[in-house]
C-alpha cells in the first residue's frame, strides 16, 4: 500500500498561503435571475488550524456562504440542516467515526450535498473506499488554495475534481471489474434460441427442441438480432460463441 502522510506544517503551509487571497473579481458559483446563489459548505476536518484556515479560505470568497464547521463526523451527523449543503469538504482521518464512514451515513439519511474528500492519503484502498462510499470528489492536502476553492466550485457544478494519481487508481479499479457480457441483455429463452442457432439448427429443428412454434423461433431471432444490434444470423453466431465461456445455453 502507497500512502503519503504530509506534516501538518506542510499541509497549513500549502493549503493557507497568504499569496491565494480571492479576488473580487472571479465569477460567481450561479445566479437565480442575475442574483448570486452562493455555495453553502461544511468542513469536517479535526486539524483546529487547519480547519480554521479552511474557513477562512472559503467564507473570504463571494461565492460561498459562511462555511459550517466540525470537528468530528459525529459532530456532523447531529448538525440541524443538512440537507442544505451544497458541498461536504471532508478529511478521512477522523477521531472516532472516519470520514468515509460518515459520507456513508449521509447516503443514508438521503442528504443530496456533494461530497470531496481533503485527505493525506493516496492509497488504492482509501481512494476506493471513499469513492464507493460516495464522494464525488478527491484531493490531497498538498493541493494550493486556489486550486481546492475551484474544486468546491467544480463538484458543486457537477464535476468530480481529482488528481492524477487518484484518477489513475479509480480508472484502474473500473478496468479490473468483471465486464457484462453482450449476452447479458437477452432473455433465457433468447438465449436458448441463440445458442441453438449457434449450433446451426434450422427453425424447425429449435421450435421442435424448444417446444415452441416456428413463428415464436422468429419473433425470438428478430428479439435477439434487435438486442445484439446485427443483421445476419453469423453475426449472432459470433457474438455467442465470443460469450460462450460466461453464458452457455439456459436450456431447461
Do not use: W
Request: aromatic fraction near 4%; glycine fraction near 6%; avoid cysteine.
Amino acid at each position: 500500500m502507497n500512502t503519503t502522510l504530509v506534516a501538518p506544517t506542510d499541509r497549513v503551509h500549502h493549503l493557507l498561503d497568504d499569496d491565494m487571497t480571492p479576488k473580487a473579481s472571479q465569477p460567481l458559483s450561479a445566479s437565480t435571475n442575475n442574483r448570486a446563489v452562493p455555495i453553502r459548505v461544511a468542513i469536517v476536518e479535526d486539524d483546529a488550524v487547519l480547519r480554521r484556515g479552511l474557513a477562512g479560505r472559503v467564507g473570504g470568497d463571494p461565492r460561498f456562504e459562511k462555511p459550517m464547521v466540525f470537528a468530528s463526523a459525529e459532530e456532523l451527523l447531529q448538525a440541524p440542516d443538512l440537507q442544505s449543503v451544497d458541498v461536504f469538504l471532508v478529511d478521512i482521518g477522523l477521531p472516532g467515526m472516519s470520514g468515509i464512514d460518515a459520507i456513508s451515513a449521509l447516503r443514508r439519511m438521503n442528504v443530496q450535498g456533494q461530497t470531496l474528500m481533503l485527505t493525506n492519503f493516496d492509497d488504492d484502498e482509501h481512494v476506493r473506499s471513499a469513492v464507493l462510499a460516495g464522494a464525488r470528489g478527491y484531493l490531497l492536502k498538498t493541493i494550493r488554495p486556489q486550486s481546492l476553492i475551484n474544486a468546491l466550485v467544480e463538484i458543486h457544478q457537477g464535476g468530480a475534481p481529482m488528481n492524477g494519481i487518484v484518477a489513475r487508481i479509480i480508472m484502474d479499479y473500473i478496468a479490473q471489474l468483471p465486464k457484462p457480457s453482450a449476452l447479458s441483455i437477452l432473455t433465457d429463452r433468447e438465449r436458448d434460441v441463440l445458442a441453438l442457432l449457434a449450433e446451426r439448427k434450422q427453425y424447425k429443428e429449435i421450435a421442435d427442441l424448444l417446444f415452441m412454434s416456428i413463428e415464436t423461433v422468429r419473433t425470438h431471432v428478430r428479439g435477439i438480432y434487435g438486442k445484439l444490434n446485427v443483421h445476419k444470423r453469423h453475426e449472432a453466431e459470433q457474438i455467442y460463441k465470443a460469450s460462450m465461456g460466461t453464458h452457455g445455453p439456459s436450456r431447461t
